[in-house]
Each structure stands twice: as C-alpha cells, then as structure tokens.
C-alpha cells in the first residue's frame, strides 16, 4: 500500500524531460528541429525545455536520457542532464530511475519531450490540482474540437499512432486511455465529447517509485500507453481539464507532425 498525504502549503516541484533517442516511430525526434515561436530554428529538446523553464514555482528541472548526443545537445543549450539507463521502458520508468537517484521533490513532474506546445498553466493546473486532492498521479485533457478530432481520425485512416484520448468519471478520476478516439461520438457532435490526453504527468514520489516494481499488464501492452500501468494496479489518475485557449495543441509524434507543431508555434510570434 502507497501512503498519500493531502496537500501541502509549499511545494518542491522538479520537471523531469524524458527523451530517447531510439523511438520507433519516429528515431532521432528530440534532435529534430522546427522554428520557434522567434522564428529561429532550434531541436526539439530545446523547445521543450523553454517550455519547461517557463513554469513558475519549479524548484528544478532535468533532461533525462540514455543518448550521448541528446545529452551534448543539452548541455550545449545550457540544461541540466540526468543519464538513465537504456533498459528504461517508457518516461516514467526513466523518471523513477532520476528520482531514485536522490532528487528531492514533493512532486515530479514529467513534460515529455516531444510537447513544446505545452502552456506553464498545464503544469500550474496540475500542481494546483495535486495539492488539492488526494490522487497519486494527475494529467491535463483538453476537450477536443472538431479540428483535433479530424487530426486523430486522419492519423488513423494513414494508419498512424498519434495522440492520445481519455475518459473519466464524473470526479476527473480516470477510466482508460487509448490511442483510438474514445468515446465514439458522431462527427458533428457539439461539443465534442472527446478529450485530447496530454502527455504530461504529475506524480507524487511514492508512486513515482513503486511504478517499477510493476510488471506491465495487458492493457498498457496492447496500447502502449504507460499511465495504463497505474490503473492496472488500480492507482487513481485525477484528469485535470485545461484549455490551450485560442492556441493549438499537439505532440510531435510522427514527422508529419513537423509541419502541424510549427504552424502552431509560428502563431505565437509576436
């Protein structure tokens, strides 16, 4: 049994950016580069943790990775760098790894490194949620319109993994996640009825570091979505629902995303 204190009046958040280089789908993506919102070009990694940087309240934050190169890039930009181990399943596995090496935090916060687009009010609103209820773990969704659920639908008929979908109870605690549009719901509902799963998480440490200890379950298996491993173990997920406002949202996730992350970066200048 994980014990789980209530909220706290001060809180030591520390941002964790998993990246790696080997991913399946799309090799070599946190060195990959886009034009920022200053229209000059910089990785993927930087981005993110620009985004990072901008969260107010955070005591620490941290590029975790088992890739030289990603590690020089890194340091090169002035980050601070964590090298994990290669054996890491997924970015919370390599967030424990960085935790259980002595880090101190009230609260971990995992900002994957493929989400630049990420606004500081998604952590914000995820530390504020951590603080005021009992959850283990908590994660933004936004509702989706009908653009974003075009997006998913697109990816899929290309027979591409893209994002991410969420539904949970009436109390925000989370149901499942999938990489299919879930619930199913007619094109032209209004509003949509479909929330976009950001990939970012807000742990508490004891959960943080009892996650590897757990065998992945069928579920996390088949969809390849490591917050499955907490349900499965039936640990809560408080979804904390956000709003990009007039802004898009989207992970980079395949290279057609390239073009989709620099439009909505693009619109920022300024």
Same mark, same amino acid.
């Given at each position: 049994?994980?014990?789980?204190?209530?909220?706290?009046?001060?809180?030591?958040?520390?941002?964790?950016?998993? !990246? =790696?280089?080997?991913?399946?789908?799309?090799?070599?993506?946190?060195?990959?580069?886009?034009? *920022?919102?200053?229209? %000059?070009?910089?990785?993927?990694?930087?981005?993110?943790?620009?985004?990072?940087?901008?969260? &107010?309240?955070? !005591?620490?934050?941290?590029?975790?990775?088992?890739?030289?190169?990603? =590690?020089? !890039?890194? =340091?090169?930009?002035?980050?601070?760098?964590?090298?994990?181990?290669?054996?890491?399943?997924?970015?919370?596995?390599?967030?424990?790894?960085?935790?259980?090496?002595?880090?101190?935090?009230?609260?971990?916060?995992?900002?994957?490194?493929?989400? &630049?687009?990420? &606004?500081?009010?998604? /952590?914000?609103?995820?530390?504020?949620?951590?603080?005021?209820?009992?959850?283990?773990?908590?994660?933004? /969704? $936004?509702?989706?319109?009908?653009?974003?659920?075009?997006?998913?639908?697109?990816?899929?008929?290309?027979?591409?993994?893209? *994002?991410?979908?969420? /539904?949970?109870?009436?109390?925000?605690?989370?149901?499942?996640?999938?990489?299919?549009? $879930?619930?199913f719901a007619a094109p032209d509902?209004?509003?949509?009825? +479909?929330?976009?799963?950001?990939?970012?998480?807000?742990?508490?440490?004891?959960?943080?570091?009892?996650?590897?200890?757990?065998?992945?379950? &069928?579920?996390?298996?088949?969809?390849?979505?490591?917050?499955? =491993?907490?349900?499965?173990?039936? $640990?809560?997920? !408080?979804? %904390?629902? +956000?709003?990009?406002?007039?802004?898009?949202?989207?992970?980079?996730?395949?290279?057609?995303? +390239?073009?989709?992350?620099?439009?909505?970066?693009?619109?920022?200048?300024?």
């Open positions: 049994m994980i014990a789980c204190g209530q909220g706290w009046p001060e809180v030591r958040t520390v941002i964790l950016i998993p !990246a =790696r280089y080997a991913s399946s789908r799309y090799p070599g993506k946190p060195l990959v580069t886009l034009r *920022g919102p200053d229209g %000059v070009a910089k990785s993927l990694i930087r981005l993110t943790w620009d985004a990072a940087m901008a969260v &107010p309240g955070v !005591a620490e934050v941290h590029v975790l990775t088992d890739d030289d190169r990603i =590690r020089d !890039a890194a =340091r090169a930009f002035g980050a601070s760098v964590i090298m994990t181990s290669p054996d890491c399943a997924n970015g919370t596995e390599r967030c424990a790894e960085a935790a259980a090496k002595g880090l101190q935090a009230d609260l971990f916060v995992n900002l994957q490194g493929d989400a &630049p687009l990420t &606004p500081p009010g998604f /952590v914000s609103a995820m530390m504020q949620a951590m603080a005021d209820t009992d959850a283990f773990v908590a994660t933004p /969704v $936004i509702r989706c319109d009908a653009e974003t659920v075009a997006m998913f639908r697109a990816d899929r008929a290309a027979g591409r993994v893209g *994002g991410t979908t969420a /539904v949970f109870a009436r109390d925000g605690r989370a149901l499942y996640f999938s990489k299919e549009v $879930i619930p509902t209004d509003p949509v009825p +479909v929330f976009h799963h950001v990939g970012l998480y807000a742990y508490r440490p004891a959960a943080l570091l009892a996650y590897p200890g757990w065998t992945p379950g &069928p579920l996390e298996t088949q969809e390849g979505l490591e917050q499955l =491993r907490f349900l499965e173990n039936g $640990i809560a997920i !408080a979804c %904390v629902q +956000v709003s990009p406002g007039d802004r898009m949202f989207w992970e980079l996730n395949n290279p057609v995303d +390239v073009a989709r992350v620099e439009a909505a970066l693009a619109a920022r200048r300024g």
